[in-house]
């Protein structure tokens, strides 16, 4: 539980204003960690399909519509 809200924001922003990167610095660190994975195997996937149907199943999940309901507004027609 953090008892200092305050002192932890303030802490935040020094942070975040010694800190700032430049896109070069983070592309750099990007294509790092790509190599990297590239190196120990990760990428590119053997099976780019693998797990297809997980991917499916959430999209379908998430993007569901409701159909429209009728006479939505009956003060309207009133």
Not at 3 to 32: H, Q
Not at 51 to 66: F, L
């Amino acid at each position: 539980m953090i008892r200092r809200k305050e002192l932890l924001e303030e802490i935040e922003k020094d942070l975040m204003g010694r800190n700032r990167s430049s896109y070069l610095e983070n592309l750099r660190i990007f294509e790092a960690m790509y190599q990297e994975a590239k190196h120990f195997g990760v990428l590119p996937p053997q099976d780019p399909l693998e797990g297809i149907e997980v991917d499916i199943r959430i999209a379908r999940a998430v993007n569901v519509r409701k159909a429209p309901r009728k006479n939505r507004s009956r003060s309207r027609q009133e």
